[in-house]
């Protein structure tokens, strides 16, 4: 078995750091069955968690985040996984369901930080989930831009509905 | 008058229904000489004029030969009379007579012979192309479903089920017009008595309702120009009149270039601009309002204070023209559901404003829905008929669309069950094929289906036309459709999307819409019809409704901002105006805060269903002081109370009680439920609590505490100890401790019967449901269950009202450890 020096290593590591901040350039390392593992499990995701979404958009992050868990071991599907959650949020987003858009931020950072790690360019891991990829690659990078406060929530009831909605302050 | 028939599409051919008088003989079948069963069937053949030589095929079922089939032929004399023999032959039967290009069809239902030497009537007309039509639901079109026809049709051909297809074919010819007397004379268009016009012979009523339906059709079949129509609608309402909040339904996001832009949306004057706008683009009148359902239900509480006739009105006032029911529709009831529709003001009684009725319309009046509710797929067990109208014809000029509308059929698991009681909700495609089979051989244009159901997609900003990554539960129903099906406007999953969905089974695209939710935008459907061709074109847009205000300034190319509407605008001002007032009437006092457990995690706060509720266990109390007779314990599931009370509120006297706080606080509309449970019941009903699956459905992330803890009323106290383990499977709980339970001071005697008195939730076992509702079966197996009718939430106003300066209870739950 190859063994490396220590100062190889660095070397490795610090070319490895450099490198991982931009996703991009680990494009071609990644080979395309793996990269059919996190198309796959973002398709599971979609059909096992989506429908979750309008009726409770916590059912929808805890059934995400157990089909995460269950791959945890398995790093592709659990970034297809963790990446549909991404973008099945941002969706809801685009109609202002409420809770969307922190389900977003959550995932987006777990996400990018698995999608660094494991070398897939944005376009890659865009390509995995239907969808315009200009835009939605625009939309991920300015929420890691600016991320919004998020907002305090409470379950707040008028009538004959209640619904998690943001504290009012008096 | 004697014309001609429309134009109409049977097996992707244009078949023409002309009528002419042609001489022809009765040719009578002749026998076999076979031991079995003979089945003569006679009858007349028309379309207002008599069907001459026309060719009559019966298939049947065969008593010889079981399994198979046998047949018969005959031929029309000139009067449109035909008798055949068919050997061997017991219903159910399927006939078809045929000449040129012409095809009808009819049947001999399945109980209408048993075999033996039998003689029947079947006609073969119009009319009962529409009732065969009705029952072809598994084929694309009625020339298939004759010739795929076989033996094991006896349970889709049955007496009950044809008397459904008739009842639904007189809906249809009533929605397109025809008149009473009409109607009368079609009551069995199959057995009973048809005498067409034919030479001297005047004809009978049923002739004559033969010819207003041909009237309906294309008489001037010299005029088949393309019209073009335009389909406005929108789904899952839910009430907002008022812009919904901008973060819940009031923001939509814009593609902006390879950016996006975010701008407000929502509101009913605003919508009301849009729909103009668009009715104004439209070709003349071609235009329609829809809903695709939830256009009342959990509504915003200026809607829901008044029962939702607020919004109503304020639908009536956009134009809104029918909806399919949503599950929110039925909330209250079907009772409701169909006041809602008919008009009449709920009294106090029925859960009313407090003190008052409803009725806030001008005048003191509710006139109901001025647009039709449709559910072809809800059935009244009791009748076996839909409980509101399967569809609606609406003509445009030369062309003609026939509706279909229809909830999802999961509805009962989405509502409380004594919203859906006695009714069936049936499978959505089946319903869906069966009736737009009946639409087109009415001789509709085109065929629209508003559902409530739905998909998502994947798509970042609205109107994204690649439909991308299209998925959810109205996929597999869209997959079933038959090709007579053109559009579907969807729904219930709040999202949008305008898409065109290639359908496996009807073997082309049909165009499928959904438009958000709260009114944040409008789907604008343009269709091209063409008669005696169907549709020709279909398009969509998700047409966001932009408030024209400050933040929405610089929109993308394509996109503009609107003003209000005056009219509708003066009746949202109104209605905020009268429902501050209804929910601004004093109740009641109280002394300090009584508040739900909550914890805070993450900056928010949220409901502990896992720890004893100060406020649950007063509106348990409240159940107890209104139970009829008295009751010993009364229970209430911690879902059941939806906010905290305060003795601080703004504006208003320090311990001062609203309507508007009790009904935020217990919102659902439920009524109280007696029963009977013995001690030993109570003791499980209470390790329920924490048995699987009840341990993992509620927990307080903060303590880690697990749970569902019930509301109790006073009197009864009991300790659990917290160091036993959670998640035992049901019945093996041990968390309660041994001989703590007790009613007054009193230990619970296992064998001795109790009165309990809960709320409609917890005590009806929903059949979609078995594992009952929040988990507590114990309360599904009570004895003597009475309905009282008490509405929870009177209850409770009664309760505030008799007991000045309430305060927070001691606590009647001991934890230890």
């Not at chain 2, 294309?218 to 088949?224: I, M, V, Y």
Request: proline share 4%.
């Amino acid at each position: 078995m190859a063994t490396m020096s220590a100062s190889a290593i660095c070397s490795f590591l610090l070319l490895w750091g450099l490198l991982a901040s931009s996703p991009c350039a680990f494009a071609a390392s990644v080979r395309p069955e793996q990269l059919q593992q996190v198309k796959d499990t973002a398709l599971q995701a979609q059909d096992l968690c989506f429908k979750e979404m309008y009726r409770d958009p916590n059912a929808y992050a805890l059934c995400i985040r157990n089909l995460r868990q269950k791959y945890e071991k398995e790093e592709y599907k659990s970034l297809g996984a963790e990446y549909f959650g991404f973008v099945g949020a941002l969706s809801y987003m685009r109609v202002s369901q409420m809770g969307a858009e922190p389900i977003a931020a959550e995932f987006l950072k777990s996400f990018r930080a698995n999608q660094k790690r494991l070398g897939l360019s944005d376009g890659a891991l865009c390509a995995t989930v239907p969808g315009d990829c200009v835009i939605r690659n625009r939309q991920m990078l300015d929420m890691e831009k600016s991320p919004k406060q998020q907002v305090p929530l409470q379950v707040k009831c008028e009538g004959g509905v209640c619904r998690i909605a943001p504290v009012q302050k008096p | 008058m004697l014309g001609n028939w429309n134009r109409r599409d049977i097996s992707g051919t244009t078949a023409f229904f002309a009528v002419s008088a042609v001489a022809a003989l009765i040719v009578v079948a002749c026998g076999g000489g076979s031991s079995g069963s003979k089945l003569t069937i006679s009858g007349t053949a028309a379309t207002g004029a008599p069907l001459a030589n026309a060719t009559v095929t019966a298939r049947c079922a065969s008593d010889r030969y079981p399994g198979q089939v046998s047949g018969g032929t005959g031929t029309t004399a000139t009067d449109g009379k035909y008798f055949l023999v068919v050997e061997n032959g017991i219903a159910p039967c399927a006939l078809e007579a045929a000449v040129g290009s012409i095809k009808l069809h009819s049947l001999v239902a399945a109980d209408d012979s048993n075999g033996g030497t039998v003689s029947t009537t079947a006609n073969i007309t119009p009319a009962t192309e529409m009732v065969f039509a009705s029952l072809a639901s598994d084929a694309g079109d009625t020339a298939a479903y004759f010739a795929r026809f076989s033996s094991d049709k006896g349970a889709v051909m049955s007496r009950t089920n044809v008397n459904l297809a008739l009842q639904a074919t007189l809906n249809i010819l009533q929605s397109l017009g025809l008149s009473t007397d009409d109607l009368a004379a079609l009551q069995d268009p199959i057995r009973g008595t048809l005498l067409p016009k034919s030479g001297s012979q005047q004809g009978n009523a049923y002739d004559k309702a033969l010819d207003k339906i041909a009237e309906n059709k294309l008489t001037d079949t010299s005029n088949t120009s393309p019209v073009q129509v335009k389909i406005m609608a929108i789904n899952d309402f839910h009430g907002n009149f008022q812009p919904p909040s901008a973060t819940n339904g009031g923001t939509v996001v814009l593609a902006n270039g390879a950016s996006t832009k975010s701008v407000t949306a929502g509101g009913a004057a605003y919508m009301a601009t849009l729909l103009n706008q668009m009715r104004a683009k439209a070709n003349g009148a071609n235009n329609i309002l829809v809903g695709a359902g939830d256009l009342i239900g959990a509504s915003p509480y200026a809607s829901s204070v008044t029962n939702d006739e607020a919004a109503i009105d304020i639908l009536n006032a956009l134009g809104m023209e029918l909806s399919a029911v949503g599950n929110h529709e039925f909330d209250r009831g079907m009772a409701e559901l169909r006041r809602i529709q008919n008009g009449g003001c709920r009294s106090a009684a029925a859960g009313g404003i407090v003190g008052t009725n409803t009725c806030l319309q001008t005048g003191n009046t509710f006139s109901g829905a001025k647009y039709k509710y449709l559910a072809a797929n809800v059935i009244d067990t009791a009748t076996s008929k839909t409980v509101l109208p399967a569809t609606y014809v609406k003509r445009f000029g030369t062309v003609s669309i026939g509706f279909i509308g229809l909830p999802l059929k999961g509805t009962p698991s989405s509502v409380s069950a004594s919203g859906v009681a006695g009714l069936r909700f049936d499978e959505e495609a089946a319903v869906i094929n069966r009736y737009a089979n009946t639409l087109k051989a009415s001789g509709v244009t085109s065929v629209v289906v508003l559902i409530h159901q739905g998909g998502q997609t994947t798509a970042s900003t609205i109107n994204d036309k690649t439909c991308p990554g299209f998925s959810g539960d109205i996929v597999p129903i869209l997959n079933q459709l038959n090709s007579n099906v053109d559009v579907v406007v969807s729904g219930h999953t709040h999202m949008e999307y305008a898409c065109n969905f290639p359908s496996t089974s009807a073997g082309k695209n049909i165009l499928v819409t959904s438009t958000g939710f709260y009114g944040n935008a409008v789907s604008e459907i343009d269709l091209v019809l063409q008669p005696g061709k169907g549709l020709v074109s279909a398009s969509a847009n998700t047409v966001p409704v932009i408030q024209n205000i400050a933040g929405n300034a610089n929109l993308p190319a394509g996109f503009s901002a609107l003003d209000k509407d005056a009219t509708v605008d003066a009746m949202v001002t109104s209605y905020v105006a009268k429902s501050a007032l209804a929910g601004a009437q004093q109740v009641g006092t109280i002394t300090g805060d009584i508040k739900r457990a909550t914890y805070v995690l993450n900056n928010s706060t949220t409901r502990d269903e896992t720890n004893e509720s100060p406020l649950g266990d007063l509106m348990a109390d409240s159940y107890l002081a209104a139970a009829p007779l008295g009751a010993d314990i009364a229970f209430v599931n911690p879902g059941s109370v939806r906010a905290d009370l305060l003795f601080t509120n703004p504006g208003r006297t320090n311990g001062v009680v609203t309507l508007a706080d009790l009904s935020t606080i217990e919102p659902f509309g439920n009524t109280l439920t007696t029963m009977n449970l013995t001690g030993s019941q109570i003791l499980r009903l209470l390790e329920q609590q924490w048995e699987s699956p009840n341990h993992t459905a509620k927990t307080n992330a903060s303590t880690s505490t697990v749970g569902r803890i019930l509301c109790i009323s006073k009197g009864l106290t009991y300790s659990y100890d917290n160091n036993v383990a959670a998640g035992a499977a049901s019945g093996a709980g041990g968390r309660v401790v041994a001989g703590s339970v007790k009613l007054n001071g009193v230990a619970i005697d296992p064998v001795r019967s109790y009165k309990v008195i809960t709320n409609s939730y917890l005590s009806i076992l929903n059949p979609t449901s078995p594992a009952g509702p929040d988990n507590f079966t114990i309360l599904s197996q009570g004895t003597n269950k009475l309905d009282t009718k008490i509405l929870d939430l009177d209850a409770f106003i009664a309760y505030f009202a008799a007991n000045a300066g309430l305060s927070a209870p001691v606590s009647r739950v001991t934890r230890v450890n």
